[in-house]
């Protein structure tokens, strides 16, 4: 049979058993309908059409939200809106009552207290005002600061003494150049004597004419270096070289040694120097050292 939508006119064929009280096309015009009347639906439990009480748009409510509330809004922005104009002061939902001001019996400083409680506006001032200040005068600017008791006692401990300070500049200022722990005069005394004599240019002509005297030879094992194998060469002081200041740069009194033979003369010296000194070098490759010097 032929039927007309409620909402959009339009003509359409539906089956007898399918035409009810309201007839509409399509789920489309269904909502519409329903949107504009609640009663429409078939779900309908009692609800109403009430007006926003910020801008008095029409909105659909249902039973279990008009018990709830008697403020009605269209929209979270009206809700805020009037949130803004009529939360205020006690009726705020976090208000706590009127806020309690104290001065800081330290510092003076004014503090909103916490159920009419405290003394203090800070922990440091609790702690402060327990310890006790004293007047310290800075010893590097002649600034006078405060200092409680454990603040004297770090102090002392870290500057060693009975000095005071005002700020970490001053305690900087105050224990540079001759104050500072590290302090050293005469800064030649940190060099090695005997290092700079080794390395000196009248060592170095030294150490060549050894070389040069005993033919780059080891004179004890003969090693000397070749074109796939090299040796290293040290010149040996055959007498002490701490022992014996005036012999450091007597040409008899070194001999070219490999480095393997120079390591086992150490701690043996005094044995060595019998095989290499001038007057008892028979099992020594060299011969006539001063002739050759």
């Known amino acids: 049979m032929k039927v007309k939508c409620e909402v959009c006119n339009i003509v359409f064929d539906r089956k007898p058993s399918e035409v009810l009280k309201h007839v509409y096309c399509s789920v489309k015009c269904f909502k519409i309908a329903t949107s504009k009347d609640k009663t429409l639906n078939g779900r309908y439990n009692g609800g109403k059409h009430v007006e926003c009480i910020i801008c008095g748009k029409k909105h659909y409510r249902t039973p279990y939200k008009l018990k709830a509330s008697d403020n009605y809004f269209c929209s979270v922005k009206c809700?805020?809106?009037?949130?803004?104009?009529?939360?205020?002061?006690?009726?705020?939902?976090?208000?706590?009552?009127?806020?309690?001001?104290?001065?800081?019996?330290?510092?003076?400083?004014?503090?909103?207290?916490?159920?009419?409680?405290?003394?203090?506006?800070?922990?440091?001032?609790?702690?402060?005002?327990?310890d006790g200040l004293r007047d310290l005068k800075?010893?590097?600017?002649?600034?006078?600061?405060?200092?409680?008791?454990?603040?004297?006692?770090?102090?002392?401990?870290?500057?060693?003494?009975?000095?005071?300070?005002?700020?970490?500049?001053?305690?900087?200022?105050?224990?540079?150049?001759?104050?500072?722990?590290?302090?050293?005069?005469?800064?030649?005394?940190?060099?090695?004597?005997?290092?700079?004599?080794?390395?000196?240019k009248k060592m170095i002509v030294w150490r060549s004419k050894i070389y040069k005297r005993d033919n780059w030879t080891c004179q004890l094992c003969g090693a000397r270096s070749k074109p796939k194998r090299q040796v290293i060469l040290n010149a040996h002081h055959i007498k002490k070289f701490n022992?014996?200041?005036?012999?450091?740069?007597?040409?008899?009194?070194?001999?070219?040694?490999?480095?393997?033979?120079?390591?086992?003369?150490?701690?043996?010296?005094?044995?060595?120097?019998?095989?290499?000194?001038?007057?008892?070098y028979n099992n020594c490759l060299v011969r006539n050292w001063g002739e050759n010097g």
């Not at 590097?140 to 005002?166: D, E, H, L, T, Y």
Request: proline content about 1%; hydrophobic content about 25%; glycine content about 10%.
């Open 79 to 130: 809700h805020g809106v009037w949130q803004s104009q009529t939360l205020i002061g006690e009726k705020a939902t976090n208000y706590k009552g009127d806020s309690i001001r104290g001065l800081c019996e330290f510092c003076g400083k004014k503090f909103i207290k916490n159920n009419n409680r405290g003394k203090f506006c800070s922990f440091n001032c609790y702690t402060k005002s327990r």
């Open 243 to 280: 022992d014996y200041p005036e012999l450091r740069f007597d040409i008899n009194n070194g001999v070219t040694l490999c480095e393997e033979c120079h390591s086992s003369t150490k701690w043996h010296e005094e044995d060595f120097e019998s095989v290499f000194w001038p007057n008892g």
């Open 138 to 200: 800075c010893d590097m600017c002649g600034k006078v600061f405060k200092r409680s008791k454990s603040q004297i006692a770090w102090s002392k401990k870290r500057g060693g003494g009975n000095a005071f300070f005002c700020s970490n500049k001053c305690f900087g200022d105050f224990y540079s150049g001759k104050r500072h722990q590290n302090w050293i005069e005469d800064r030649s005394k940190l060099k090695d004597r005997h290092k700079t004599i080794r390395e000196s």
